[in-house]
């Protein structure tokens, strides 16, 4: 770039920044989900799981997680030229559940990420969301082993309403979270669209 411009002689583009949350329980995948599509080294705020913390700690199902995300992870995805997205994880377990508040505060939507062999572990986020009037899509992380189940089935057990998308997705894959954040974005657009015009009427 040559005096603030492009190759092609076109100012350059002023990029729309937008912030969405990544929340779900406990071990259902969300550092990962962050690291998986993050163009920087993603910011982790994660800590080694002690004999303190066994009574409130619920690891059943995840036995093998070791950490966990205290305050929050951070990461960062362009989409377009003229669209970034941030990326907060949230802490998934109920004792970090204060933090919650101050990370939403100014964010576009959010992906609720559940785990089919913990389902009941989502329930938290997708009624802050529902309260709060934050849109959000769910994201279902496919595990290794895990029992696949139609998606009806799953919007059924969340008692999700028709207008809340549901995806399933690889929390490890770039491409596959890359499609979980652009329905995201596309349904928070969306919702707000809505929104306004029923202000509006």
Known sequence: MIFGRSERGKPPVEPVTLKILVAGGFGVGKTTLVGAVSEIRPL????????????????????????????????????????????????????????????SEGALGAVVLADTRRLEDCFAAVDYFERRSIPFLVGVNCFEGAARYPAEDIRQALDLDDGVPLLLCDARDRESV????????????????????TVTT
Do not use: N
């Open 44 to 103: 982790r705020t994660e800590e080694l799981l002690t004999e303190a913390g066994r009574p409130v700690d619920d690891t059943s199902g995840v036995e093998g997680k070791h950490t966990t995300t205290v305050a929050m992870d951070f990461g960062r995805i362009t989409l377009r030229e003229d669209l970034v997205l941030y990326l907060f994880g949230t802490p998934g377990q109920e004792r970090f559940w204060f933090m919650w508040d101050e990370l």
């Open 178 to 197: 890359k499609e979980i954040l652009i329905g995201v974005v596309q349904h928070a657009m969306a919702y707000q669209a809505d929104h306004r015009q």
